[in-house]
Nanobody, 115 residues
């Protein structure tokens, strides 16, 4: 059973933008506990943006001011708007909860930033 389906990745030039989407099954989606992670080649998976339990949003220092997380509760979908992309943003992007129990990881969506 697939719980998380990410999409929207692709190849983009430095300075470009992408919008990622993640559809979560009803039992997984938690409006104030969803986030976006990424894993670059040879590196550990890191949390880059998430909704906090207080209802706000939080970002890793490396993406703050460039990435924006949003959601559509009715569609059980989380988005990540990525602007001013840099080569170091190249990674596979995943969504999941940020507090347990975590869902099984989806396939992710590949983002490559290159000229």
């Amino acid at each position: 059973q697939v719980h998380l389906v990410e999409s929207g990745g692709g190849l983009v030039q430095p300075g470009g933008s992408l919008r990622l989407s993640c559809v979560a099954s009803g039992s997984i989606f938690r409006p104030n506990a969803m986030g976006w992670y990424r894993q670059a080649p040879g590196k550990q998976r890191e949390l880059v943006a998430f909704f906090s339990s207080m209802g706000g949003t939080n970002y890793a220092d490396s993406v703050r001011g460039r990435f924006t997380i949003s959601r559509d509760n009715a569609k059980k979908t989380v988005y990540l708007q990525m602007n001013s992309l840099k080569p170091e943003d190249t990674a596979v992007y995943f969504c999941n909860r940020v507090v347990g129990p975590f869902a099984s990881w989806g396939q992710g969506t590949q983002v490559m930033v290159s000229s």
